[in-house]
């Protein structure tokens, strides 16, 4: 079989050469389709790692494309292409199986990266060979989908690190934001993928027992140690070890780990015999470590061992419109193991934008699932009833503006009121946006700074309500 190769589907011609072209000078060789039928059919008879695919084919959809394209082996990731790039085409191009989603109207240049991204994206899952611990690069994809200018990064990095087995690396980002995902994500990119994954919970770690599970015991080290014991970082072998929640770990723990990471070798306990470290090392903390060293809480010695190559999660809400890509995707995950089509209403998207989400990624699948299991067979939307009170209580908090609340002129200079009985919550958001903008002379990062919201969140409501 011939070496995978990326397959353009593209109409315009002239556009789908220079890419073509720009590729080839950066090594990747791609052939071009101008029809959904000669595209599929140039699949069907030569394997393909990645499909870079037209929403508007001359004859059909791109849309229509992707779940043909994702039955055939091997699999090919699919990118998105179109010039009709509105928030519902992303979200349906996500359900039918597309990894990825680039707006037409970017600059060529820049599509030229994103090909190469997710090019290097799928050659590398293509050769990875999976294991029952580590996350396959379509679970990168999935966990870290989006266009936010964050996550974009972070998907670049671990790309990036991945490459380079032996570096050690720190994940840092609130609870919930995916560091376990980008730890396996890590592991199953790199050169390392076939060997184990070891996670270690440092703050699940017992005090009088933590030397054992990390470094294993002699047979009679102590009371109880009736046999053997090998610790995790031995069973990594050459494989990945995650450090979770390091922050948490022991201080007298710290100590020993520091040795380890520059000695590269440990003795299991009541053992003389030096036993080499060949995992690589990733720790992740939700707790600024940096500030833990100021408060003398974490070495600042180990800061520096383990930060080496530093990986920055962002929080859900800082994504803007990534939330809605993740909650149809996860809602679209649960709804067909339970027989189910479902998708999003509109009213339901904006309350998911407007909610803080403190539980971050894990929250908003937990949500989903919650939606899913409660929405009626045969229901298509889910309205925001399927969400729980806290998500709508908080909105509103958030939202809801009183002439008392206000007053005659509220801090940030904004002098809308509202007058119960004649308003509704639209009209007042619309009439918030134009005075913040207003304000802000159209500049929208500082419009959204005035509302207390995303740049992401206020270009979506621009947008929904025909603002300049």
């Known amino acids: 079989m011939s070496e995978c190769r990326t397959l353009i589907i593209d109409d315009e011609e002239t ?13 990747i060789e791609a052939d071009v389709a101008t029809t959904a039928a000669d595209g599929l059919s140039r699949a069907r008879r030569h394997p ?33 292409m ?48 999976p294991t029952p611990s580590a996350t396959s690069q379509s679970g990168l994809a999935q966990e870290f989908l989006g266009e936010s200018p964050s996550i974009r990064e972070v998907r670049t990095r671990i790309q990036e690190v991945a490459q380079s087995p032996d570096t050690t690396v720190l994940l840092c980002g609130e609870s919930g934001t995916g560091k376990g995902v980008g730890a396996r994500a890590i592991h199953a990119l790199s050169a390392r993928a076939a060997e184990p994954f070891v996670a270690i919970d440092c703050v699940a770690l017992p005090a009088p027992l933590a030397e054992s599970e990390l ?21 990594a072998g050459r494989g990945t070890v995650l450090l979770d929640e390091i922050g948490d770990m022991e201080p007298v723990l710290q100590g020993k780990l520091l040795r380890v990471l520059e000695e ?56 803007g419109d990534d939330i809605v890509l993740l909650a149809q995707h996860f809602l ?24 803080d989400f403190p539980g971050n990624v894990r929250e908003l699948r937990n949500l989903m699932e ?30 809801l503006v009183t002439p008392q609340a206000l007053g005659p002129k509220s801090d940030s200079g904004l002098t809308v009121t509202f007058e119960p009985g004649r308003d509704t919550l639209e009209n007042l958001e619309r009439r918030l946006l134009e005075e913040a903008l207003r304000m802000a002379g159209g500049k929208k990062v500082k419009a959204a700074e005035i509302l207390g919201i995303s740049r992401f969140a206020l270009l979506r409501r621009v947008e929904k309500y025909g603002l300049s």
């Open 215 to 235: 470094f294993g015991h002699e047979k009679g080290a102590f009371t109880g140690a009736e046999r053997l014991k090998p610790g995790r970082l031995e069973v």
């Open 82 to 129: 179109t010039a009709y790039g509105t928030i519902d085409n992303a979200v349906e191009a996500m359900r039918r199986g597309a990894s990825d989603y680039v707006p037409k109207s970017t600059a060529l240049a820049d599509v030229v990266e994103r090909v190469i991204e997710a090019e290097r994206v799928a050659r590398a899952a293509l050769k990875a060979t």
């Open 332 to 355: 679209t995950e649960f709804g067909d193991r339970m027989g189910k089509k479902l998708e999003l209403h509109r009213e339901t998207c904006e309350l998911l934008l407007r909610y």
């Open 15 to 27: 556009y789908a050469r220079a890419l073509q072209r720009l590729l080839g000078r950066r090594g």
């Open 48 to 80: 393909y790692h990645l499909v870079v695919l037209d929403y508007m084919l001359p004859d059909g959809t791109g849309l229509d494309l992707i779940p043909p394209l994702r039955q055939l082996r091997p699999t090919p990731a699919v990118l998105m």
């Open 370 to 399: 919650r939606a899913a299991i409660l929405a009626p067979v045969g229901a298509g939307l889910v309205a925001p009833e399927l969400l729980p009170r806290r998500v709508s209580e908080i909105t509103v908090q958030r939202q």
């Open 264 to 319: 590269r070798t440990f003795e299991r306990v009541g053992g003389v015999r030096p036993i080499q470290l060949e995992a690589r090392v990733v720790a992740a903390s939700h707790r600024d470590l940096s500030q833990l060293v100021a408060e003398k809480k974490f070495r600042l010695d180990l800061y520096h061992r383990l930060s080496v190559f530093p990986i920055q999660i962002p929080a859900l809400r800082d994504r």
